[in-house]
Each structure stands twice: as structure tokens, then as C-alpha cells.
């Protein structure tokens, strides 16, 4: 099957036509800037008509089978990826305050896509489908049950389609059974998130109810005192202004006052102390939850390393395993600096566990389950 994956970023959308038999890439781009003025497209319903009309010569002559989105949050609903119908869209419409950055981004890409090919299967794969396995005690936070019955709030977990994607390949780079399998899991790009599998499921995983919880991110926050919220209130700020600052303003951008990581490592390396601060925080902080994973798997079997920081920053890396010596977990120099797109082992040969970097592809995992769902396996 030929399937369009739309991956929409809150200022940006990535987008592959993927062939699901042979695992080609026949097109692909990137939609960045939007809604940020400049002449750039003004939402996502513009940067989808854009895609359209740059795939109109590739479409002519191979026309697509699917289209499938990443769609981060689907609530207490969405267990599994989806047919996307009128019903769908406003069912993921409405869980728009959940996830401000991205739930609305998907609605406006699916509806320029209804009304330019009105007869396009569409397909939602969720971010919170692979944490659905998490048992009560690690979904349920400790606040009157009220709130959960009400609205839903509990903890969901996000980043599911490459935690999912990357725990097997991992799985099959150490030649164990996936089911069998238990392993820490860190996704690390601008959103970072880290995943206890155990046999070959997600059991904990750092985001919560919203992708703001959990660990220093580019320009999130990660967890706070709640009552931090509540002062700031207090002192006059909004509810919008607390969730720009949360969001947006804090994380390693709040830390250094930018978040590309290679910019963080150079200053760092040139000797500039907030530079090197916020690589502490953001390395501790990783540390310890993933201490905290390893114990809830039961001793994980690997630590696996993902997305652009995961895959790419030695220096990240080398850190934040500098602070595991307490799990006998170490990295080997040499293999830890190869770059590849390959999976690959970079701890040393006497690590009490293998560190392993597996590059994640949400768009070939998104692909293979359009078409999964288009043809009603
Ligand atoms: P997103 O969550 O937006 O998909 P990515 O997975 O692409 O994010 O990761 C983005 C992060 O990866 C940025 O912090 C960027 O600095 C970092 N990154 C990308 N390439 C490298 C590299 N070669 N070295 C260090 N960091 C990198």
C-alpha cells in the first residue's frame, strides 16, 4: 500500500509517502514556521494544501492508498489506531486542551485532507495507544477519583509509536523474544520521554496526562511542584500564561535560552556555565527516573537510546550513563561516538546490561498501521 504519513509538530508538519510492501520512501518534506508569519503558511489546513500540491506530480503517476496521522493524544478513547470518520475528528477535537502544542494541528491536516480527496481512507495512530497496558497503580494519580470520572484526568503517556517501534527492534538486535523482553526506553528529541517495558509492554512511562509531565525538554518543563502553578496564579498570571511558560518557555530553553542540543554541548564545551548546568539537570533528572524504570521492570535486560538527542548526541549520552555506575551500566568510548542509522550497542563489553542506540521511524511504524487498519486486520 502507498500511505501519506502526516506528522504534525506544533509549528511544523513532516510528511512520507511510504510503500508498506517494499518500505520505500517515494516522497517526503518538511512544513516548518507555520502559523509564524513571514509569508509561511498560517495553520495546518494551509501547510496541508501545500503538501498536496508538491505531491501532485508523484500522486499523478502512483496514486495513495491511505493517509495516515500521528495523532498525540487520544484520551480515555483511543486504545488502538482508527478510521478516521467526521465523529473521530470531533471526538479528537475535543481532547484539543489535553495536548494544546499538537490535538489541533491534526484536526485542521485531517480536514484539508477530507476536502481535498473526499474519499481518502484516513487513519489516526495514536501516541497513547501503547501505554494502555499500564496497570492502575502507575496510570492513576493520587487525587479524588472524582476527577478521573469526570474529566478523565489520569496519566496517558505519549511518544507510544516509537517506544513501540524501537522496543522491538531493540528486542530483535539482542535476539530475545519481544514478549520476553524488558527494557528502559528513552526517547529524547525536542519531547523526551522514557518507558519501562516489561515482556515487551509498556508498564510505566513518564508522560502523563499531558506530553508536559515527566523530564527537562526542549521547551517543557517536565514535572514540577503543582503548587508552583497555583502561587504563580495567585501572583496574577493566567491559566494561558502558566501553560506558555510550561510549554514553551521553560525546559532547556528556560535553562541555556536554546534548545538544540548541539548549540547546549558546543557551549558547554567553550565553557559556558549555563550551558553545562542545564546539561546537569536535564542528565540527573533523566538518571533518575531511569533508576526508578529499572526497578519497575524487575531489572531491565538493555537501556535504549532514541530520537535526535538519543541518536545523535554522544555527549548526552555519556552523561547520562556517567550517572548509572550505581546499575554497573557503562558505555564504550569508541562505539559510543560511530554515527549510524543502524541499531547498535555502545556500552562497554563489562556494562552489567547493553546500552543500545536504535534509531526510531514513527512514519514507517505509522504506515504499516494505516494500512493495517484500511485493509481491517
Ligand atoms: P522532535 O521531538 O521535534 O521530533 P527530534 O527527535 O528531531 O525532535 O530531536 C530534536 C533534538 O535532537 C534537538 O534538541 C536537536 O538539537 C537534537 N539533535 C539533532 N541532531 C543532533 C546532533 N547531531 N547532535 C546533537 N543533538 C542533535
Known amino acids: 500500500m502507498r500511505v501519506l504519513v502526516i506528522n504534525s509538530g506544533s509549528s511544523s508538519l513532516k510528511y512520507q509517502v511510504r510503500d508498506t510492501d517494499t518500505n520505500e520512501v517515494a516522497a517526503n518534506g518538511l512544513i516548518d514556521r507555520i502559523g509564524e508569519g513571514a509569508g509561511g503558511p498560517a495553520d495546518h489546513g494551509e501547510a496541508m494544501d501545500q503538501v498536496a500540491a508538491a505531491l501532485e506530480d508523484e500522486l499523478a503517476q502512483r496514486p495513495l492508498d491511505a493517509v495516515g496521522h500521528r495523532v498525540v493524544h487520544g484520551g480515555e478513547r483511543f486504545s488502538e489506531p482508527v478510521l478516521i470518520n467526521n465523529e473521530i475528528t470531533r471526538s479528537i477535537e475535543r481532547l484539543n486542551p489535553l495536548a494544546p502544542l499538537h490535538n489541533p494541528?491534526?484536526?485542521?491536516?485531517?480536514?484539508?485532507?477530507?476536502?481535498?480527496?473526499?474519499?481518502?481512507?484516513?487513519?489516526?495512530?495514536?501516541?497513547?495507544?501503547?501505554?494502555?497496558?499500564?496497570?492502575?497503580?502507575?496510570?492513576?494519580?493520587?487525587?479524588?477519583?472524582?476527577l478521573y470520572r469526570q474529566y478523565g484526568i489520569r496519566r496517558y503517556g505519549f511518544h507510544g509509536t516509537s517506544h513501540q517501534f524501537v522496543t522491538g527492534r531493540a528486542a530483535e538486535l539482542l535476539g530475545v523474544p519481544v514478549h520476553a523482553f524488558n527494557a528502559v526506553v528513552a526517547h529524547l528529541g525536542n519531547g523526551v520521554s522514557l518507558t519501562?517495558?516489561?515482556?515487551?509492554?509498556?508498564?510505566?512511562?513518564?508522560?502523563?496526562?499531558?506530553?508536559?509531565?515527566?523530564?527537562?525538554?526542549?521547551?517543557?518543563?517536565?514535572?514540577?511542584?503543582?503548587?508552583?502553578?497555583?502561587?504563580?496564579?495567585r501572583q496574577g498570571m493566567s491559566a494561558q500564561d502558566i501553560d506558555t511558560m510550561l510549554n514553551k518557555e521553560s525546559g532547556l530553553k528556560a535553562l541555556f535560552g536554546d534548545n538544540d542540543m548541539r548549540a547546549i554541548v558546543d557551549a558547554a564545551n567553550a565553557g559556558n556555565a549555563r550551558a553545562t548546568l542545564a546539561l546537569e539537570i536535564a542528565s540527573y533528572r533523566l538518571a533518575k527516573y531511569i533508576g526508578g524504570y529499572h526497578v519497575a521492570v524487575g531489572g531491565a535486560q538493555a537501556l535504549v537510546f532514541t530520537a535526535g538527542i538519543g541518536e545523535n548526541s554522544a555527549d548526552f549520552r555519556a552523561l547520562v550513563v556517567s550517572r548509572l555506575s550505581a546499575l554497573g551500566v557503562k558505555l564504550d568510548g569508541a562505539a559510543n561516538l560511530v554515527r549510524s542509522r543502524e541499531p547498535r550497542v555502545v556500552s562497554a563489553p563489562d556494562s552489567l546490561i547493553p546500552v543500545l542506540v536504535v534509531p526510531t521511524d514513527e512514519e514507517q511504524a505509522i504506515a504499516e498501521a494505516t494500512a493495517a487498519v484500511v485493509r481491517g486486520e
Open 105 to 146: 494541528a491534526n484536526v485542521l491536516g485531517i480536514r484539508a485532507i477530507a476536502a481535498k480527496w473526499p474519499h481518502m481512507p484516513q487513519v489516526a495512530v495514536f501516541d497513547t495507544a501503547f501505554h494502555r497496558t499500564l496497570p492502575e497503580h502507575a496510570w492513576r494519580y493520587a487525587i479524588p477519583d472524582e
Open 196 to 233: 519501562a517495558i516489561q515482556g515487551g509492554a509498556s508498564i510505566d512511562t513518564s508522560m502523563g496526562f499531558t506530553p508536559l509531565e515527566g523530564l527537562v525538554m526542549g521547551t517543557r518543563s517536565g514535572d514540577v511542584d503543582p503548587s508552583i502553578l497555583i502561587f504563580l496564579q
